[in-house]
Structure formats: structure tokens, C-alpha cells
């Protein structure tokens, strides 16, 4: 079965322009989340739908960043306009159900350069 | 949130067991125990969980210690490719929003 599948894999910009993520979370999973990693630290957590209910977008940072999960199955986290700042890895997971007897899968995220 | 403490970085040698720690000392009797990994270029990966009772998978073991303060990850046989960032993480299972909070983890490197 595949897992967690993310595109694209590296995307370079520039400074000011926009920039988009994709996220096809396995088969059947209601519950998706978008992280966002910085060079040597943890993921955080930017947002989790919840089928195509946005459930917790309390630390998008919401004047540039925007995500939308039209009919609960794919993803798309959008930059605009994108800041040097932003320069991350970006983490889409995905798990069957919310509740934390349950595990979440990962896929293998976009490193985004901004420069 | 309960909150979990982690060394940084552990060393150990190939073919040997691994225990990571991790404490917890003001976790709730709802709260689970999890424990992912994030191999160098790679999304984080599911290890294992648990609540009460010590648990075994094809990966790992977990260990939870009696009064829940603590637990350990336990590789019983590491290759170089369990090296490694270990994240130990607590889930309420109360929390309608519960969300899986990342620290810094444990660092670990295998020596050949």
C-alpha cells in the first residue's frame, strides 16, 4: 500500500513569490496534518483537518500561509508571498482517525529554499 | 500539554541493545505513550505506543514503568540504520484536539 505521498519533493524560490505543497494521504485516513520542520528541531504542528474540516489552524501563520482539503481526501498548503524565513521542510501525515490511541504516518515532506 | 525529557544524543554499538529513556513525570493516567523516529532526510515514522502495559512490535519494545513517570525504548538489536532522531511523545486520549507535539528528541547514533 503506499504511504503518504507529498510533491514535490524540493521547490526553490524567490523571495515574494508563491509557492504550493501537495499531500495525498493514505486511502481512507480521515484525519490529516501539515507540520512544518526547521533545520535541527522537531516538526510543529500548522494545521489538522479533521475529513475537510480545518480542526485546529491555530498556528498557521494565516496573513501567507493558506491549506484547503477539498472532499477530505487530498491536500494543498500554499505560501503567499513566500519570506526567507519560510525555508523549511514541510510534513504532510496522515492517520486513520483522530484520538491518540492511534498512529500517524508521514510522508516524506518538501524541503522548500527560499531565497 | 504533559511534557517529556529526553537526553540529546545517545551512542550506541551495532548489534547491541538500545534502551532510550524517557520521563514524564507529570502525565495523566488518559495520557498514551508514543514514541516516533526520524531517520537523516525522512519524515517521521510511527515506532510504538502504549498506556499502561509494556508493548512489543516487530520494531521496538516499550517499557512503561509503574507509576507511568517513565518509560524506555527498547532496540534489541541496533543496526546502523537505527540511527536516528527519537521523539518521545504523550497523547491525551480526553482531548477531542489532541495533536502530536514534537520536541527535540534523542539523537541516536550507532557505531559500527
Known amino acids: 500500500e503506499a504511504g503518504v505521498v507529498q510533491s514535490p519533493r524540493y521547490k526553490i524560490i524567490e523571495k515574494k513569490q508563491p509557492v504550493a505543497f501537495w499531500c495525498n494521504p493514505i486511502?481512507?485516513?480521515?484525519?490529516l496534518y501539515w507540520y512544518l520542520q526547521n533545520l535541527g528541531q522537531g516538526p510543529e504542528l500548522l494545521i489538522r483537518?479533521?475529513?475537510?474540516?480545518?480542526?485546529?489552524d491555530s498556528q498557521l501563520p494565516k496573513d501567507r500561509f493558506s491549506a484547503e482539503r477539498l472532499k477530505g481526501v487530498d491536500s494543498t498548503l500554499k505560501i503567499q508571498p513566500a519570506e526567507l524565513g519560510d525555508s523549511a521542510v514541510y510534513l504532510c501525515?496522515?492517520?486513520?482517525?483522530?484520538?491518540?490511541?492511534?498512529?500517524?504516518?508521514f510522508g516524506q515532506g518538501t524541503r522548500l529554499t527560499v531565497v | 500539554d504533559a511534557k517529556t525529557t529526553q537526553p540529546n544524543s545517545m551512542e550506541s554499538n551495532e548489534e547491541e541493545p538500545v534502551h532510550l529513556p524517557c520521563n514524564h513525570s507529570?502525565?495523566?493516567?488518559?495520557?498514551?505513550i508514543h514514541w516516533y523516529r526520524q531517520l537523516p532526510s525522512q519524515g517521521p515514522e510511527y515506532v510504538i505506543h502504549?498506556?499502561?502495559s509494556n508493548v512489543n512490535n516487530r520494531m521496538a519494545s516499550l517499557a512503561i514503568a509503574e507509576d507511568r513517570k517513565s518509560s524506555t525504548l527498547i532496540l534489541h538489536r541496533a543496526t546502523l540504520r537505527d540511527a536516528a532522531v527519537y521523539y518521545c511523545i504523550l497523547r491525551d486520549q480526553r482531548n477531542r484536539d489532541d495533536k502530536i507535539i514534537f520536541g527535540k528528541g534523542t539523537r541516536l547514533h550507532i557505531l559500527p
Open positions: 502504549g498506556l499502561t
Open positions: 507529570t502525565i495523566s493516567g488518559t495520557d498514551y
Open positions: 501525515a496522515s492517520s486513520l482517525r483522530a484520538g491518540a490511541n492511534t498512529e500517524a504516518f
Open positions: 483537518y479533521e475529513n475537510e474540516e480545518a480542526v485546529d
Open positions: 486511502s481512507g485516513h480521515n484525519t
